[in-house]
């Protein structure tokens, strides 16, 4: 079982941590969703689901930025469960909040990494009854390990293929309330 970390280790994370999206670089990318995102939903009348826990920051500070109606929900499924490296199966903690059939469903999410999260949620969405499923990220992971077909509607900004935490994404549970977004040192 892996150590909890102590206060100072995680001061430490931060410290030696490289900023690569700044706050003033997520502001402008989730204004550049809104807008992509109320050209595409205005008149739908959508449910938004956040996927928890890492779609919540994002989830926070975009659903502000859309001016139509829309209703708001959540599900919460987890792969990495608070690891850095993601397991093969997806533990659903909680089914979604708000009934989908015959609705057009968003889904928010914090990153697109090898993508096996997002292709569940989607067929699983699909099985439900929706009427179209709809996929927003703040952040797509570039590599080429993808593990689906998967195509991402509305992305918000691309890091490389490192580690990440803030703006919602964890380093082992903590940080996911840093205001940028940050790579771990070394990973
Ligand atoms: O594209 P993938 O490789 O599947 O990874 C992306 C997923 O990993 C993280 O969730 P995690 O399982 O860590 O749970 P969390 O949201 O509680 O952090 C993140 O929030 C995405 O949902
Ligand atoms: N926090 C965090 N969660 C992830 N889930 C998949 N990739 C990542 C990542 O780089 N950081």
Same mark, same amino acid.
């Given at each position: 079982m892996t150590q909890p970390? !102590? @206060?100072e280790e995680l001061k430490q994370v931060m410290a030696e941590a490289d900023l690569l999206k700044s706050e003033a670089d997520v502001e402008d990318a989730l204004n550049r969703l809104a807008s992509d995102i !109320? #050209?595409?939903l205005a008149d739908s009348m959508p449910v938004v689901y956040s996927i928890m826990n890492g779609g919540l920051v994002m989830a926070g500070r975009l659903l502000t930025k859309?001016?139509?109606p829309l209703e708001q929900g959540y599900m919460h499924a987890t792969r990495y469960r608070g690891e850095t490296t993601g397991s093969t199966d997806l533990q659903w903690q909680a089914p979604p909040s708000v009934p989908m059939e015959? /609705? !057009?469903?968003?889904? @928010?999410d914090d990153i697109f990494d090898e993508g096996n999260t997002l292709a569940e949620v989607v067929k699983s969405c699909e099985a439900q009854?929706?009427?179209e499923v709809l996929t927003a990220v703040l952040v797509n992971k570039i590599h080429d390990r993808k593990n !689906?077909?998967?195509k991402i509607d509305f992305i918000g900004l691309e890091v490389e293929d490192r580690y990440v935490f803030g703006c919602g994404m #964890?380093? /082992?549970g903590y940080w996911r309330n840093a205001a940028g977004i940050y790579a771990v040192k070394g990973l």
């Open positions: 970390l !102590t @206060l !109320t #050209d595409r859309l001016n139509f015959g /609705r !057009t469903v968003l889904i @928010l009854g929706a009427k !689906t077909e998967l #964890d380093y /082992r």
